[in-house]
């Protein structure tokens, strides 16, 4: 029986430190503009009957305040059911919803695409990463970024 205890008590440690380990956000590197991006980005979401909510133009914004700001476009979309039924899992994961992939440039020209590791967000949310909710949500993520991105 220790030797049971022993060995899930080691199977917890490496998960945990599997969990520290996960990248916070994924990213992905585009070959196309910023403007392009956001544009196959967009149609992305829309090819998947999925609901874009807004597109918020950071650096738009920074540009109104009198600030430069490289493109930097975050792109906030959903879909009802499936955020339902993460919420009915737990509500609060209501504060990470809808999903939300940004678009940026760096300081080196490169453009990328970025979200929310869906690990990190069923952790953060107390639900199992191995969620059939959770899975969708990170096959649709990759997908959706990695056609915006033309990889």
């Known amino acids: 029986m220790s030797k049971f205890l022993l060995a899930l008590a080691a199977v917890f440690v490496l ?7 996960a990248p916070q956000v994924i990213e992905v590197r585009s070959t ?15 090819q998947r009957h999925l609901q874009i909510v807004a597109v918020v133009d950071h650096s ?30 737990n ?14 440039e760096d300081a080196k020209h490169r453009v990328w695409l970025g979200y929310t590791n869906p690990a990190v967000f069923a952790r953060r949310y107390d639900i199992n990463p191995s969620a ?14 990695a056609e915006a991105a033309g990889s």
């Open 15 to 21: 998960a945990q430190g599997a969990w520290a380990q």
């Open 91 to 104: 509500q609060q994961a209501g504060l990470g919803l809808p999903l939300k992939i940004l678009v940026w």
């Open 132 to 145: 059939k909710p959770i899975l969708i949500m990170s096959k649709a993520l990759h997908a959706i970024a």
């Open 32 to 46: 196309h503009t910023a403007a392009e991006t956001l544009q196959h980005l967009e149609h992305a979401i829309q």
């Open 60 to 89: 738009g914004s920074a540009h109104k305040a009198g600030l430069e700001l490289r493109p930097t476009k975050l792109v906030i979309f959903g879909n009802p059911a499936l955020g339902t039924k993460l919420m009915q899992m």
